[in-house]
C-alpha cells in the first residue's frame, strides 16, 4: 500500500469518526435569557384597602318623638342647612326637675361646644393664612431652585389641612347649634299637647351615605337617623404589616390600583397610625398591622364613581433609584450561600457570581458581577452546568410589564 493512499485512509477514518462524534452530542436546549439593562428602579409593595371619609356626620334625634318620613335615598346631594328629618316630641311631655335641669344643662353644653368649634375654625384659619403666606415664600424659592418640589407639595398639603380643618369646625359648630336649637324648642313647648315639629338639618354640603329610618315610626333620644359626608374628602386606609410601615413616612408616593378605572391613581401617605393590632391572616398566621392612611392626588373627576367603603389596592413605592444596571429577578439563584447567574459566552453557559443589590418586584439591582448588555438565563434550574451549549430564546420585555 503506498504512502499517498494510507493517507487518504487516514483521513476518512477521522471524517468519519468526526462526524459520529458531532451526531453523538447532545442538541442545544432551547432558554429563555434576558439582558442586563440601565433604567430606574423602583422597590415597592402592594396591599389591600378601602376607602373611608376623613369627616363624617351622624344626625341624631335630640329628643323621644315620632319620626316623619325620610324621603332621601343614599347618595342624595345635599347641602348645608337643608332640611333631612322631621320629629314630632311626644304629645303632653311634661320635665320633672331633675329632667328639666339636665335639658338646661345639655343647652349650655351645646353653647359650650358651639364657642369651642369657633375657637378651632379661627386657630385653623390662622394656620391656613400662615401655611399660605409659606407656599408664597417656597413658590419664590423654588423658582430660584432652593427648594424642592417635595417641600412645596408638603405646604401646599399643610393649607388644604388647616382649610379642611377650620371647614369641619365651621360644620360642628352648626351641629351644636341644631342641638342647641333643638333643646330649647323641647324646653319651651313642655307640658304642652304635643309641640312644634322639631327639623333637623345637614351640617354640610355633601352625599347621604346611610339612611337608619325610613318609615313614620317612634325614636328615642340620641337614635341615628342619617349620615352625611362629603365625598371630596375621601381617603384610602390600608391595614399593612409592621415592618413595612416602618419604611413610610408622610409623603411616601403610592399609586391606587384596581380600583374600577382605567389607569391607577397617584396617592400620597398621609398619616401612618403609631399603634398596632394583631390580624390573623387567611392562612391563620397571626400578623402585626397597622392601619396607613393616603390622600388620593388625582382631579376629583377621575375617580368620581368612588364612594365611601370601596374596595381598591394600593402599591406604596419605598423606594427609587435612577439609572441603575438591573436585571430580572428570576436569573438569579442561591449558589451554597452566594448568588450566582449563568451569563451566556456565544451559545456555552458561563457560572458568574454577583452581588445584588436593591430589589424591586420583579427586578433587582446589580451591584458587581455583571455588566450592561450581558445575556444571562431566565429560571436556571439543577440541569443547568457551566459550558453547557444552549439555544438562546430572548425576551425584550420582562415579565408582569
Known sequence: MTVRRRIVILIAVVAVAAVAWWALQPAPRPMDVVRVQRGPLVQRFEEEGRT?????????????????????????PVKEGQPLAQIEPLRAQLFDPANRARLLAEEKA???????????????????????????????????????VAALDEVEAR??????????????YHAADQQRAALAALLQGQGASGGPLVTLFSPINGVVLHRYLQSATPVQAGQSLVEVGNLEELQVMAQVLSQQAALLRP??????????????????????????????????????????????????????????????????????????????ANALFLDGTRWAAYRLEGNRLRLV?????????????????????????????????????????????????
Not at 393649607?159 to 360642628?172: G, I, M, N, P, T
Open 52 to 76: 373611608e371619609l376623613a369627616h363624617r356626620w351622624t344626625v341624631s334625634s335630640p329628643i323621644a318623638g315620632t319620626l316623619r318620613r325620610i324621603d332621601l335615598l343614599q347618595g342624595d
Open 159 to 172: 393649607v388644604l389641612r388647616a382649610q379642611a380643618s377650620a371647614f369641619a369646625a365651621e360644620a360642628d
Open 353 to 401: 457570581h454577583v452581588e445584588p443589590g436593591m430589589r424591586g418586584g420583579a427586578e433587582v439591582e446589580i451591584a458587581k458581577g455583571l455588566a450592561e448588555g450581558d445575556r444571562v438565563a431566565a429560571f436556571p434550574d439543577d440541569r443547568m452546568r457551566d459550558g453547557m451549549r444552549v439555544q438562546a430564546l430572548e425576551r425584550s420585555v420582562a415579565p408582569g410589564k
Open 110 to 148: 351645646a353653647q359650650a361646644a358651639m364657642r369651642a368649634a369657633r375657637q378651632r375654625q379661627a386657630a385653623a384659619q390662622v394656620d391656613a393664612d400662615l401655611a399660605s403666606r409659606d407656599v408664597d415664600r417656597m413658590r419664590r424659592l423654588g423658582a430660584a431652585g432652593v427648594v424642592s
Open 251 to 328: 409623603g411616601t408616593p403610592a399609586q391606587v390600583l384596581r380600583w374600577g378605572g382605567d389607569t391607577a391613581l397617584p396617592a400620597r401617605v398621609a398619616r401612618v397610625e403609631p399603634g398596632g393590632y394583631t390580624k390573623v391572616s387567611a392562612l391563620g398566621v397571626e400578623e402585626q398591622r397597622t392601619q396607613v392612611w393616603l390622600d388620593i392626588m388625582a382631579p376629583r373627576e377621575r375617580w368620581s364613581q368612588l364612594g365611601d367603603g370601596y374596595r381598591v389596592e394600593v402599591a406604596f413605592d419605598v423606594a427609587r433609584k435612577e439609572q441603575v444596571l438591573k436585571v430580572e
